[in-house]
């Protein structure tokens, strides 16, 4: 094991060398060394992005000090975009740190395509204006540029994923393994076939794959039943209790594993609903040579299951079987009979991809094999997530679905509609409220702002209590590092998985009460 591979040993079993290199080529814009951004910045720095850039115009407080645990005493007066680049940077040597001593408003306005150069933006401590701003920048940019607001103030927490669209082949679903034992192909009945059912050896007996057991007495029952496998509960109980007939004693492990799997195998194998909807998706439908490697191969995979003849109407193979009891032999045969038939499956795929890309004007064999052999294997686990923007989030409101979020007792929406209140707040005080001395003459305005909300939505204005806005204002939007830390996790996680296309990210808004330790998502 090289060294590189020694040090992200771990990380590396969760998402892979795959992940592991997107990460590597990644360059992360943060806006605001914030308490929180930090966090978010220190949880992608250890397990190696490839480069980050911190844009802040401010110089550390005191109050920057006392809450951000990447800011020392020596860091008091200098640049907070500076400081933070550099003691953040000194966490992995394999990072490169940038910082610019800007505000991103400027920037942005000297340098319009400024934020093309990154794979993520991430913001903190900004005013709505600024996000929208941003958010809206990289929405529009060519290639959509994942965008992530944060926010923390007191003991709340907020977290909001704007894209387009997301598009995940590696899901990381509990089980891939696909044993078909309602369709099975040809070498596998043949395989199922070769084992003597009557043999005197107890060894042996004891030791039949329960694929085969399952596809054995499966067969029999189509004989009697039509061809159909089968459906009822209670049929479901009569195949079990006919495998359980053929055991010979109570040790027969392999006859208990075949009984346990009897529910799932009487499933039938067919596409699942939401691959149909990818298949029919505008995306899969219209292919055009700036169409995604996601699409093409959706294109092609669909085709795949189209042809009958070559597919039985079925998605492309795993390949994947689960532990058995088995002996060596007779296992990695069982083995080597699904690989092989996903390993066809593949090929006939990658003959269509070739055939599209080639209709696109596009480079035959342009798509890696590897690339198209992980899409055949989670072909039945793609997800695709299309987000909301910041303007369809404030223009046009789900006011059905906010009215049902916060008709639910002690529902932590609320907490959404006080963060929402109070940057209305800030755009009629250009400050926030809690931000004076006299920090409690800002409850009623703050309610009011509340109120005027959720007016606007037809709710009940008496769901948010006058002691609620009364903490908001309490917090003064003061940092709290544990607080900023818990969120730093949750926002580092959803970045890793948009930048690695592994894993399913939140859609699209996270919640976190600190005060009540309860938090929720929300799709807003």
Same mark, same amino acid.
Request: charged fraction near 25%.
């Given at each position: 094991?090289?060294?590189?591979? @020694?040090?992200?040993?771990? @990380?590396?079993?969760?998402?892979?060398?795959?992940?592991?290199?997107?990460?590597?080529?990644?360059?992360?814009? !943060?806006?605001?060394?914030?308490?929180?951004?930090?966090?978010?910045?220190? #949880?992608?720095?250890?397990?190696?992005?490839?480069?980050?850039?911190?844009?802040?115009?401010?110089?550390?407080?005191?109050?920057?000090?006392?809450?951000?645990?990447?800011?020392?005493?020596?860091?008091?007066?200098?640049?907070?975009?500076?400081?933070?680049?550099?003691?953040?940077?000194?966490?992995?040597?394999?990072?490169?740190?940038?910082?610019?001593?800007?505000?991103?408003?400027?920037? !942005?306005?000297? #340098?319009?395509?400024?934020?093309?150069?990154?794979?993520?933006?991430?913001?903190?401590?900004?005013?709505?204006?600024?996000?929208?701003?941003?958010?809206?920048?990289?929405?529009?940019?060519?290639?959509?540029?994942?965008?992530?607001?944060?926010?923390?103030?007191?003991?709340?927490?907020?977290?909001?994923?704007?894209?387009?669209?997301?598009?995940?082949?590696?899901?990381?679903?509990? #089980?891939?393994?696909?044993?078909?034992?309602?369709?099975?192909?040809?070498?596998?009945?043949?395989?199922?076939?070769?084992?003597?059912?009557?043999?005197?050896?107890?060894?042996?007996?004891?030791?039949?794959?329960?694929?085969?057991?399952? !596809?054995?007495?499966?067969?029999?029952?189509?004989?009697?039943?039509?061809?159909?496998?089968?459906?009822?509960?209670?049929?479901? #109980?009569?195949?079990?209790?006919?495998?359980?007939?053929?055991?010979?004693?109570?040790?027969?492990?392999?006859?208990?594993?075949?009984?346990?799997?009897?529910?799932?195998?009487?499933?039938?194998?067919?596409?699942?609903?939401?691959?149909?909807?990818?298949?029919?998706?505008?995306?899969?439908?219209?292919?055009?040579?700036?169409?995604?490697?996601?699409?093409?191969?959706?294109?092609?995979?669909?085709?795949?299951?189209?042809?009958?003849?070559?597919?039985?109407?079925?998605?492309?193979?795993?390949?994947?079987?689960?532990?058995?009891?088995? @002996?060596?032999?007779?296992?990695?045969?069982?083995?080597?009979?699904?690989?092989?038939?996903?390993?066809?499956?593949?090929?006939?795929?990658?003959?269509?991809?070739?055939?599209?890309?080639?209709?696109?004007?596009?480079?035959?064999?342009?798509?890696?094999?590897?690339?198209?052999?992980?899409?055949?294997?989670?072909?039945?686990?793609?997800?695709?997530?299309?987000?909301?923007?910041?303007?369809?989030?404030?223009?046009?409101?789900?006011?059905?679905?906010?009215?049902?979020?916060?008709?639910?007792?002690?529902?932590?929406?609320?907490?959404?509609?006080?963060?929402?209140?109070?940057?209305?707040?800030?755009?009629?005080?250009?400050?926030?409220?809690?931000?004076?001395?006299?920090?409690?003459?800002?409850?009623?305005?703050?309610?009011?702002?509340?109120?005027? !909300?959720?007016?606007?939505?037809?709710?009940?204005?008496?769901?948010?209590?006058?002691?609620?806005?009364?903490?908001?204002?309490?917090?003064?939007?003061?940092?709290?590092?544990?607080?900023?830390?818990?969120?730093?996790?949750?926002?580092?996680?959803?970045?890793?998985?948009?930048?690695?296309?592994?894993?399913?990210?939140?859609?699209?808004?996270?919640?976190?009460?600190?005060?009540?330790?309860?938090?929720?998502?929300?799709?807003?």
């Amino acid at each position: 094991m090289d060294a590189k591979t @020694q040090k992200y040993d771990r @990380q590396l079993r969760l998402w892979g060398s795959g992940g592991q290199q997107a990460l590597e080529s990644a360059h992360i814009l !943060l806006v605001n060394a914030s308490a929180v951004g930090c966090e978010i910045l220190k #949880n992608l720095v250890l397990p190696g992005i490839g480069q980050f850039t911190v844009i802040d115009q401010g110089t550390v407080t005191q109050s920057d000090i006392g809450s951000n645990f990447f800011l020392d005493a020596d860091s008091l007066g200098k640049s907070r975009a500076e400081r933070a680049a550099e003691l953040l940077g000194e966490l992995n040597e394999d990072v490169c740190g940038h910082w610019i001593a800007k505000d991103i408003l400027s920037l !942005l306005t000297e #340098n319009p395509s400024f934020l093309s150069q990154f794979s993520m933006v991430i913001a903190s401590d900004i005013t709505r204006q600024t996000a929208e701003k941003v958010s809206s920048l990289c929405w529009a940019n060519q290639h959509a540029i994942p965008f992530i607001w944060v926010k923390t103030i007191g003991l709340l927490g907020a977290a909001r994923v704007v894209l387009p669209e997301h598009v995940i082949v590696e899901t990381h679903p509990d #089980n891939v393994a696909d044993i078909r034992i309602d369709s099975p192909f040809p070498e596998l009945s043949n395989y199922a076939k070769s084992f003597d059912f009557n043999t005197q050896d107890t060894l042996e007996f004891g030791h039949i794959p329960y694929v085969a057991i399952l !596809l054995k007495y499966m067969d029999e029952w189509k004989q009697e039943h039509d061809g159909k496998i089968p459906g009822t509960y209670a049929e479901k #109980n009569q195949l079990k209790a006919n495998i359980r007939s053929g055991m010979r004693s109570g040790d027969d492990e392999n006859f208990d594993e075949a009984i346990n799997s009897v529910l799932r195998s009487c499933q039938p194998t067919v596409v699942p609903s939401a691959i149909k909807a990818i298949f029919s998706d505008p995306k899969c439908e219209t292919l055009t040579a700036e169409s995604s490697n996601f699409w093409i191969l959706a294109r092609a995979v669909r085709d795949f299951v189209n042809d009958h003849e070559k597919s039985g109407g079925l998605l492309p193979l795993s390949g994947t079987i689960p532990d058995m009891k088995a @002996q060596t032999d007779s296992y990695v045969t069982l083995q080597s009979i699904y690989k092989t038939k996903a390993k066809k499956d593949v090929q006939e795929v990658s003959k269509l991809v070739d055939t599209i890309l080639e209709s696109l004007g596009l480079a035959p064999g342009s798509i890696a094999s590897e690339e198209i052999e992980t899409f055949c294997k989670y072909s039945a686990f793609l997800k695709v997530i299309r987000y909301r923007s910041l303007e369809d989030e404030y223009t046009l409101p789900k006011t059905k679905q906010i009215a049902s979020w916060l008709s639910e007792e002690d529902s932590v929406f609320a907490q959404y509609v006080l963060l929402r209140a109070s940057d209305s707040f800030f755009d009629d005080h250009g400050r926030y409220p809690g931000e004076s001395d006299d920090w409690e003459e800002d409850v009623d305005h703050l309610h009011a702002n509340v109120a005027t !909300l959720l007016q606007s939505w037809g709710v009940d204005t008496e769901v948010i209590s006058k002691d609620q806005t009364h903490e908001i204002c309490r917090f003064g939007r003061g940092a709290i590092h544990n607080i900023a830390s818990f969120m730093g996790g949750v926002a580092s996680q959803e970045v890793i998985k948009l930048i690695t296309h592994q894993y399913i990210p939140m859609d699209n808004t996270f919640i976190f009460d600190g005060a009540r330790s309860v938090s929720d998502v929300f799709a807003v």
